[in-house]
């Protein structure tokens, strides 16, 4: 009878527990997601070689960490967010070239980093895209 006793008071505990909704759900995802970029976010620079001819274009300097994106859903009152690398793109060589990015993705299984940056003319045309990609292994960014 005492281990019925003891058994019951035991289920009415994890059943008087708090249940998570939807936004707890979504707020954890978006937890993990951004502590799963931050673990790899940083500075990452070396030399950045030709796969055309195999000569050295100059020195090149990756920042990212992760953001989030606010995007509200039409004719709905809620809002969903979204985890996003954001960073900056660095090229030193005979000119120096600075490029930000706010769209990137990191894949925490495969390593797998990439980031389509717009490049723009002096006028705000865009006339170009780089597509940055490339892997991130231990603290070593192949790209």
Same mark, same amino acid.
């Given at each position: 009878?005492?281990?019925?006793?003891?058994?019951?008071?035991?289920?009415?505990?994890?059943?008087?527990?708090?249940?998570?909704?939807?936004?707890?759900?979504?707020?954890?995802?978006?937890?993990?997601?951004?502590?799963? $970029?931050?673990?790899?976010?940083? #500075?990452?620079?070396?030399?950045?070689? %030709?796969?055309?001819?195999? /000569? +050295?274009?100059? *020195? $090149?300097?990756?920042?990212?960490? #992760?953001?989030?994106?606010?995007?509200? %859903?039409?004719?709905?009152? /809620? +809002?969903?967010? *979204?985890?996003?690398?954001?960073?900056?793109?660095?090229?030193?060589?005979?000119?120096?070239?600075?490029?930000?990015?706010?769209?990137?993705t990191y894949d925490d299984v495969t390593g797998?980093?990439?980031?389509?940056?717009?490049?723009?003319?002096?006028?705000?045309?865009?006339?170009?895209?780089?597509?940055?990609?490339?892997?991130?292994?231990?603290?070593?960014?192949?790209?």
């Amino acid at each position: 009878m005492q281990k019925f006793i003891i058994l019951c008071l035991i289920a009415l505990l994890f059943g008087c527990a708090k249940d998570k909704n939807m936004d707890d759900l979504r707020r954890d995802q978006l937890q993990e997601k951004t502590e799963r $970029i931050n673990s790899v976010s940083g #500075a990452y620079s070396g030399a950045v070689i %030709s796969e055309i001819d195999g /000569s +050295n274009l100059g *020195n $090149i300097q990756l920042k990212f960490k #992760a953001s989030t994106d606010i995007q509200s %859903s039409s004719g709905n009152v /809620s +809002n969903t967010q *979204n985890v996003k690398v954001s960073g900056t793109l660095s090229l030193k060589s005979l000119s120096n070239a600075d490029v930000s990015f706010d769209n990137g993705t990191y894949d925490d299984v495969t390593g797998a980093f990439q980031a389509i940056i717009a490049v723009a003319d002096i006028n705000g045309a865009a006339i170009a895209k780089i597509s940055l990609g490339g892997n991130i292994s231990g603290d070593r960014w192949t790209g």
